[in-house]
């Protein structure tokens, strides 16, 4: 007589072997990433992923938040200080809507430099200034949100306008002048 040993309560081999595979793997990837990791205890740490869906008012990516935040820090020794500044403020005053925010500061306020920071970084995808600009994200820029699915984001330059201002018309042929 054939015994089915299928549905018997247990664990069989394969799962196991499963199990112990899928562990294996997620302890092997966390030791080799350990800066990553690193990097993402600190960003969560700051409040940059809230306080950035905050001042863009929508829910934010958090691989690119962890990318901005990372490269904001790097173009930006006192960002940490600025980013904590802002939160403590828009903690604080508990604001409703980043319109009120903005109300709430005047146009010099370093706050509102660092929230013209962190808002400009993820709606043009780019950080930095003048010729030290570091491009994170290139289609997933909240700019292109609007027109998303009626207009293909285009896959080259640095985003609109970006190839710099047409040249002046030349009258010279071959080195003479006309």
């Known amino acids: 007589m054939l015994h089915n040993n299928a549905n018997q309560a247990g664990v069989s081999r394969r799962s196991l072997l499963k199990g112990m595979g899928i562990l294996s793997f997620a302890a092997m990837t966390s030791s080799l990433f350990p800066a990553i990791k690193a990097q993402a205890q600190a960003m969560s740490d700051s409040g940059f992923l809230p306080l950035s869906a905050f001042l863009v008012s929508r829910e934010v ?34 604001f409703k809507h980043v319109d009120d925010f903005l109300a709430s500061l005047s146009a010099d306020d370093p706050r509102l430099k660092t929230a013209s920071l962190i808002i400009s970084a993820w709606y043009t995808g780019v950080v930095g200034e003048g010729e030290h600009l570091e491009l994170i994200a290139y289609a997933d820029a909240l700019m292109y949100l609007p027109t ?7 896959s080259y330059g640095g985003g609109p306008d970006s190839w710099g201002s047409k040249p002046g018309a030349s009258t010279s042929v071959k080195g003479v002048n006309a």
Not at 148 to 154: E, F, K, Q
């Open 61 to 94: 990516n958090p691989v690119l938040a962890q990318r901005y935040y990372a490269t904001l820090q790097k173009h930006y020794a006192d960002f940490s200080s600025r980013l904590a500044a802002l939160g403590d403020y828009v903690n604080a005053h508990n």
């Open 148 to 154: 998303r699915g009626i207009l293909v984001v285009p």
